[in-house]
């Protein structure tokens, strides 16, 4: 029997990764690709999409409470995290299904600014990035694991969020949160 390690790349508040070490989580990535649920099992959102300063590519600060005013798909990512790898190219082609309707936004704490669009570019991401270096929109969202995405209504409004998703599964979700129609010729 082969011994198996997993690792576990933790960013954000210290408390948060003593939590993690010390088993005293609120919250659990239950499936991959499901909705992060509350140990009472109800789904976990924030009332306010958060305000933090995060760095576009061209190195400017930005507050993101300025993207609020559109529906938004946020969604937390790094180059060498294989499950964001895969979701990439379908979060590419859910933009430019309904890229007019909601606002796309790639937020990445981990990566520099070349590697970020050099991946975002190979992936065929068109949206907004931005770099998050200080983990400071990435902690206020909560999160515990990548990728990470949270749908954020018009008036900033976090009405959900979720874990790995398929280009059905995103679009699903944008219907569902924003009644907008998108969908695939599949």
């Not at 990512?77 to 933009?95: I, K, L, S, T």
């Not at 007019?100 to 520099?112: T, W």
Request: aromatic residues 8%; negative net charge.
């Amino acid at each position: 029997m082969g011994l198996v390690m997993v690792g576990l790349i933790a960013v954000g508040a210290p408390e948060v990764r003593d939590a993690i070490v010390n088993g005293k989580t609120d919250a659990v990535l239950s499936n991959p690709g499901e909705y992060q649920l509350s140990e009472e099992g109800e789904v976990v959102t924030r009332s306010v999409f958060p305000s933090a300063e995060v760095i576009d590519v061209n190195g400017a600060t930005v507050d993101s409470a300025e993207f609020i005013g559109v529906p938004m798909v946020v969604n937390l990512w790094f180059a060498a995290c294989p499950p964001c790898q895969r979701e990439m190219p379908d979060f590419a082609a859910v933009h430019e299904l309904v890229g007019d309707e909601v606002r796309f936004v790639g937020i990445n704490p981990i990566d520099s600014a070349s590697a970020m669009t050099d991946f975002a570019d190979r992936m065929g991401v068109k949206y907004e990035l931005y770099r998050d270096p200080l983990a400071e929109l990435t902690d206020a969202l909560g999160t515990l694991g990548f990728p990470y995405t949270v749908f954020v209504d018009a008036t900033g409004v976090i009405v959900g969020d979720a874990g790995v998703l398929t280009e059905d599964e995103l679009v699903g979700l944008i219907n569902d949160y924003f009644d907008i129609e998108g969908g695939s010729d599949t």
